[in-house]
């Protein structure tokens, strides 16, 4: 098993709808969760961190499944700007254990 | 504030070719990182170092050597390149701590034939 695992997609949505996309763990003892944003052929870069109480920003919120260990991003009222892959980021411990998921596609279409 | 700048941003190299890849970053961060990106294999650490003078190695590491001899430079190095080293690289910083954010550079897209 994967120690991050996220479905690749791609995700086709029309503008103005709400997406959601999972990403599953293995680690139990993992300590901080990120959702990072890579456009096509450019670098990743944070998108948010995910809390255990959920977290917020604009249009976009996080939450946290400690339990089933899951973390979601919900994306409401899509834009096309939105199209990118979200990777899932994974810190199990210490500065070498952060893990990328290999990233869910979004296509925001008119 | 350039961030993390990455040089060069294409190479190609012919099997059994050297090259080095410099990263340097000026947010003054203690951790930098290499990754390499495939596709449907997502980014994998090649090799890292948590300060100025020291290096370890990643989950990817064979085939790449790497040295920080100033903390705001992190060199990875091919010494005998392959093709299965086609890939885009990634450069990363960060500062200590398990909450920092990791500031990426913007690639390196490598082709060995």
């Known amino acids: 098993r994967k120690e991050v695992e996220q479905d690749p997609g791609p995700f086709n949505v029309p503008e103005g709808a709400t997406v959601a996309f999972n990403c599953t763990y293995s680690?139990?003892?993992?300590?901080?969760f990120f959702w990072y944003r890579q456009d096509c052929r450019k670098e990743p870069k944070l998108l948010m961190s995910?809390?255990?109480s959920g977290n917020e920003d604009g249009r976009f919120s996080a939450q946290l499944n400690r339990a089933s260990q899951y973390i979601s991003l919900l994306i409401r009222d899509s834009k096309l700007s939105d199209s990118a892959t979200y990777l899932c980021?994974?810190?199990?411990?210490?500065?070498?254990?952060?893990?990328f998921g290999t990233g869910t596609k979004l296509q925001v279409i008119p | 504030n350039a961030g993390v700048t990455q040089t060069p941003k294409f190479r190609v190299l012919k099997t059994g070719q050297s090259m080095t890849l410099l990263c340097a970053q000026d947010?003054?961060?203690?951790?930098m990182y290499w990754y390499r990106q495939d596709p449907g294999m997502g980014l994998r650490l090649i090799h890292y170092?948590?300060?100025?003078?020291?290096?370890a190695k990643g989950e990817v590491p064979d085939g790449y050597n790497v040295s920080r001899l100033k903390k705001q430079n992190f060199l990875l190095g091919l010494e005998s390149a392959a093709p299965s080293q086609t890939s885009v690289y990634f450069c990363?910083?960060?500062?200590?701590?398990?909450?920092?954010?990791?500031?990426f550079g913007e690639g390196s897209r490598l082709t060995v034939l």
């Open positions: 990363a910083s960060k500062r200590e701590g398990l909450a920092g954010e990791l500031f």
């Open positions: 680690n139990s003892a993992s300590q901080s």
């Open positions: 947010m003054n961060h203690e951790y």
């Open positions: 995910v809390y255990s």
């Open positions: 980021v994974v810190n199990s411990g210490g500065y070498q254990k952060v893990t």
């Open positions: 170092s948590v300060g100025e003078g020291t290096t």
